[in-house]
């Protein structure tokens, strides 16, 4: 234990502030905390040493790869993977309780996989497409997370199904018409839910917890546009639910005491809804909607049917998490969804009262994230409403006709309106706390 904290827990003993027991409370709490905190220390550097040593092992290899024979690459293909599995059973055998020991073994396995099919592609002359090889690789190290329980492995699988997703149905390739798709991604999600579940709980304060609730957001976010081929505009419609379903999960019992830095469904579900507003304030979206005529085939295309999915599921979710709630506790911004598809299907055959209702719905939104920000005595949020507002401002500054000076003005008065919102807030609170 600290000696500072040794000698002032013998000073509030003397003046009998605190008992006996309650000073051997304490210190077995400091000293728990400060053994967690080595603990975590010892993960991380364990987990950076592990991918040093296979990185530095590749590189002494592949100085010298052109001077082995065939036998011989192919030993040394696979002796990173051998040492990496004789590590993971030292680990699970003699290490059982050590996350460092577990968590640094598996992840020099996974890499070791990734290295070792690269390798024997290379001696043996296989050729394959990069979405293939990602394909391989992340499934051969699925049962690592489970066999394992290696959270660092869990994440970096996360990013894996990402970048597969992406190679697998991304057209990067403007003169590649014949693109190959897959939709092994979201069954490959699904695999490492119960994981992630399992990090909650055993431990929901975790920072591996803390990552996956960033990661599979950011994940899904991404992934979703891989459907899009035809009838590209569903998607706005998919993306707007899907970002209210993450609002709703960001805004669930779980989150409502943790900070926002830990609720990456909270921050991306509202960045991804303004987003997707801001750019639906301007003209040539609607007007590109207008010009299109609906087909039959549209209604039963793929981007439809997700369409239809991810509405169903936004829907189910607003019922269940509002369920019992009077009219002032609804957040508008769970409703978004909703009010976006009524705005959509009149951009269908009208292109300007669109922009005219998404406009007001942005300053809405602004307006009551301001009020909410007040309410809750919270700068980022009353912040983060008026920067939606002085957005909004921005975009209509080269999407209108106004003259420069009430857009001055309009700037002037924003800036002015940060100003004073944030004093009169800030001067609250010291009322507050020098009452």
Known sequence: MNKNLA???????????IDEETSVRINEYYKARGDDSHNRLFVVFGILGAILVGLGLIL?????????????KVFFSFLPLIVGQFFCAFSLLKKPNSPAWK???TVFVFFAVGSSISLISQVYNIHGELSTFLFTWMLLCLPLVYIMKSS??????????????????????LFNHHHKESFNYWWMLLLIIPHYYSIYLRNPNSNYLTFHNWLVPISLTISLG?????????????????????????NSEFFNHTRRRVNGY???GSLGTMH?????SFHWFWEELSSKHMEADDLTSREFFVTILMTSIATIMYFATNKGKNFKELHPMKL???????????????????VILTNLLVLGLGVFTIRLGTKADHLGVLNYGLLTITTLIICRFFDSHMSFVIRGLLFVLVGAGFFVTNYLMLRKRKEANNP
């Open 226 to 250: 891989a459907i899009t081929r035809h009838t590209e505009e569903f998607i706005f419609i998919a993306y707007m639910c899907l970002f209210s379903i993450f609002y709703m999960i960001g």
């Open 60 to 72: 002494i290899i592949a100085h010298n790869w052109d001077d082995l024979s065939r036998p011989v």
């Open 103 to 105: 968590e640094s073994s």
């Open 152 to 173: 660092m492995t869990s994440l970096l699988y996360l990013v894996g199904i990402t970048y597969y997703q992406v190679a697998s149905n991304y057209n990067f390739d």
């Open 276 to 280: 997707i507003l801001m750019m639906m």
């Open 336 to 354: 978004v969804y909703a009010i976006y598809i009524v705005i959509f299907l009149i951009g269908m055959n009208n292109s300007v009262v669109p």
């Open 266 to 268: 909270l921050v991306i």
């Open 7 to 17: 000698k002032e827990l013998d000073d509030l003993k003397g003046a009998g502030v």
